[in-house]
T-cell receptor
Framework: DTGVSQNPRHKITKRGQNVTFRCDPI?????LYWYRQTLGQGPEFLTY????????KSRLLSDRFSAERPKGSFSTLEIQRTEQGDSAMYLC????????????????FGPGTRLTVL | AQKVTQAQTEISVVEKEDVTLDCVYE???????LFWYKQPPSGELVFLIR??????QNEISGRYSWNFQKSTSSFNFTITASQVVDSAVYFC?????????????FGPGTRLSVLP
């Protein structure tokens, strides 16, 4: 299967601990996105990458969150000093930018990582 | 700022009934994209459709159809002859033409339950 994969699928941690999630996009896709989804809400944009460059970060994103995509392939999202409010589903998506600089192509989503902070 | 409203939080229908999911959006852009995604119990968002703002033709794909009305800023989704497998949360989304970043906004979703 060549879809977007995310690991781990579930993570339970204690408040104050650091956690790291991984996303492997569809191999030929050059854009990668992170979203957060809380219960009963739609996904909320966190950040996105064009190849290895992080081009945009949500204004709402705390400094405790950091994301990397070092070789333009997989990406990691780290949350430092987790808080109970960080409990959510973290979704990754990827897309292929079309020529001309406009992304006309759909975002393909992974299954998500569900984080529970106790 | 972009905003998407899905006023129906939950809908229940009996199998084979038709059901319409409402989506109303707000944007200052004159050109934009609208989307519908399905999120089944497994959790993975599945793309259903993307529509350009300058194309107001309605679209039909099998049992699915979409009614885009720019005059009322609505992009409603109808499932004809619903099936149990249609049970999921459906999200309407809006983006500018760059289709990424903070301008890609999802609505809160409508949970559809199709009962046998």
């Amino acid at each position: 299967d060549t879809g977007v994969s995310q690991n781990p699928r579930h993570k339970i941690t204690k408040r104050g601990q650091n956690v790291t999630f991984r996303c492997d996009p569809i191999s030929e896709h050059n854009r990668l996105y992170w979203y957060r989804q809380t219960l009963g809400q739609g996904p909320e944009f966190l950040t996105y990458f064009q190849n290895e460059a992080q081009l945009e970060k949500s204004r709402l994103l705390s400094d405790r969150f950091s994301a990397e995509r070092p070789k333009g392939s997989f990406s990691t999202l780290e949350i430092q000093r987790t808080e109970q409010g960080d409990s959510a589903m973290y979704l990754c998506a990827s897309s292929l930018e079309s020529s001309g600089g406009r992304s006309y192509n759909e975002q393909f989503f992974g299954p998500g990582t569900r984080l529970t902070v106790l | 700022a972009q905003k998407v409203t899905q006023a129906q939080t939950e809908i229940s229908v009996v199998e084979k009934e038709d059901v319409t999911l409402d989506c109303v959006y707000e944007t200052r852009d004159t050109t934009y994209y609208l989307f519908w995604y399905k999120q089944p119990p497994s959790g993975e968002l599945v793309f259903l459709i993307r529509r350009n703002s300058f194309d107001e033709q309605n679209e039909i794909s099998g049992r699915y159809s979409w009614n885009f009305q720019k005059s009322t800023s609505s992009f409603n989704f109808t499932i004809t002859a619903s099936q149990v497998v249609d049970s999921a949360v459906y999200f309407c989304a809006l983006s500018d033409l760059d289709n990424y970043g903070q301008n890609f906004v999802f609505g809160p979703g409508t949970r559809l339950s199709v009962l046998p």
